[in-house]
């Protein structure tokens, strides 16, 4: 039986995306590659209406931190002061990177499910030594959608610039791609895309691929890959067969009706699996109008361990995911992205009953 996936990323494909990855063996250094290259930055910039003049989609091989790390690596002046606002693991990995790139930065941290404070966000913008905040959109870790409109419309009043990172809700959820403070937010295909893992993207105004900053990192220089895409070309192998999934991917996100109609079916889904949960005694880790529409965390039913309710899901033919770090033994998550129908979503509310209600 094909499981079907219910952890963020990777995610059960289409028939259409999983056709494609396979669909031709192509070498990077030909002109149908580039083409192929040319249609995936067209369609990446179409998703958000973000006008290409302005911005670029750049392609980058590697994970989802790949790309948060080419963000960093390549955006961040070394005179800049980042501020990191960190409520969850892949904030707290935003700070790591820069102190891996000797960034100078300070925190606002928040523990792990926690809103950031606004106000306290506020009072740092407003003492004036921030230039640049780093923030994640969706912390995946609890499923809290972070408030990116406020974050960068305060980013905004004060002049700083804004790096997302929008791994787990590009493609599904809001993105304030017309405040000025946004630089660039980073993502992956293979979650609310419906790609393949392997390639990752950045996408970036042009104006700051332009400030000419000295070189952090070889492979994940956004400057240098944008540079070479912009002249039809690549500097290292890309994941030619993820661009080729991605294609098919985003072609069935268009024709679904874009992020908008995503975002919609991806809460159905997701209110459907919390009433079902709701109705066996489970309780939602966040309130649903905290949680993104891609992912929602439980606390554990009492007597039941993470182990047995995993194995028990597998063997209905269903994935599901662990908390991180302390959150293991507390929280499981469901994430509702990915090629799911409605007879899944029917079987998988009897595989609940079966085994959280035996
Ligand atoms: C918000 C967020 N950022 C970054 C990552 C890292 O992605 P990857 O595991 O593909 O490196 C993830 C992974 O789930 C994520 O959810």
Redesign the pocket.
Known sequence: MRAILLN??PVSLSDGVRRAVTRVDLCHREPEFFDLQDRVIKDLLEIYACDPAEWTAVLVG???????EAMVASLVPRDASLLVLEN???GE?LSKLASIYGISYETLHAPWGDEVDLDALTELLASGQVTHVAA??????TGRLNRVAEIASLCDQHNVQLLL?????FGAEAIPFGNACLQAI?A?A??CLHGI?GL?MVLCRRTALELDLEPRSLSLHLPSWAAAQAKRSTPFTPPVNAMLGLEQALQELHKQGGWEARRVRYRKLASDVAETLGNLGVQQWLPAEQSSCVLRSYHLPEGLTYDTLHDGLKQHGFIIYAGQGDFVEKLFRISTMGEISDYDMARLEQAFQTVIGA
Do not use: Q
Request: aromatic letters at 4%; a neutral charge.
């Open positions: 963020p990323g590697g994970s989802g931190t790949s790309a948060m969850g693991v892949y990995r994640v959109h969706h912390e995946t870790t990172d929008a791994v787990s809700s980073a992956t293979n979650k893992p990752a």
